[in-house]
């Protein structure tokens, strides 16, 4: 189950409305740690395969569907994964044009959460 607007903004009734609001990597995953909404608790930064299933092919700036999630930024986005060599560095999801990268962890990116849900 995923949050339909990034952390920051907010759901009107037709679209997400606001700003993303950006977080560096730890700070992502404390907000994620206590993050609230529509009655649960287990919200979590997902792993770079699940932002990865995110990614329409056939969009551009964002590369994300929009009919779904509205007003998606187009810079990056952070995963729950480390890079396995790199061990400052973090997988991201940039959905401008849909690819996958790392960065440090240091470096503010937008958060959408997805929980396991039932």
Known sequence: MWMRCSLGQTWDGNSCTGTD???T???ALNAADIH???????????NIKELGSLVEQDC???AI???IFSNAGSNG???SSPNAEYTTL?????FNYGIDDYIS???????????NGQ
């Open 21 to 23: 609001a950006t977080y």
């Open 25 to 27: 990597w730890q700070h």
């Open 36 to 46: 609230s909404f529509a009655g649960y608790e287990d919200w979590r930064v997902p």
């Open 60 to 62: 551009y700036s964002p």
């Open 65 to 67: 569907n929009q009919s």
């Open 77 to 79: 986005y952070w995963s």
């Open 90 to 94: 973090v997988w991201t999801i940039h």
């Open 105 to 115: 962890m240091s470096i503010s990116r937008a958060v959408r959460l997805v929980r």
